[in-house]
């Protein structure tokens, strides 16, 4: 027997319903209506907190640790954000995404790195250290594939472009691509 796309989706849909409500209470607070898509890779869920009407894609990938062991939440999703699919975020200390955020596929964010002082010892062997808070204010969107590294804070409802590299925090209502990321245009409020 063969389903037709609407019953496949009907399908799809009810799974992620099930896995998202098996994955709320792992959180330190999860909002109505959240959506956790399958295969999504949650480490330390309470230290994370998500808002309602957040749709986490299948694949993301929620990395918290408590690297100033106060027990305190390291990533605060804000209400009605939407973050893609392979989405990777590490949240050593403090990442914070605003409200109706879109992330788009495959971006990464973090707040940490990986020591690499000693030549002699290979990298992963090194461990990691947190580097400076990141922030997403409400309204901005991160294109598909884009990275924000450590110490950046992106704008109200400014715009990364798709595969940019941020390094440097951003304005609101600006728009910026490339690699490094530099302002393109602005947006008029």
Known sequence: MRLGYRAIQLVDKTLSRCYSWGSRGAFARCGANTVIGRHA????PQLIEIGSDVILGEHAWLNAKD???????????????YIGRFVQINAW???QIGEDVLIGDR???????????SPNVPIKRQGD??????????GC???IGAAILPGV?????????ANAVVTKSV???TVVGGIPARPISRREA
């Open 41 to 44: 890779k949650l480490v330390a």
């Open 67 to 81: 690297d100033r062991r106060s027990g305190e939440s390291t990533l605060i999703i804000g209400n009605g954000v």
């Open 93 to 95: 200390r403090c990442v």
């Open 107 to 117: 971006v990464f964010i973090s707040d940490a790195d990986h020591n690499f002082d």
């Open 129 to 138: 250290r947190f580097v400076g808070d990141v922030t997403l204010k409400d």
């Open 141 to 143: 969107w991160i294109g």
């Open 153 to 161: 804070t992106i704008g109200r409802n400014a715009v990364v472009a």
């Open 171 to 173: 304005a609101d209502h």
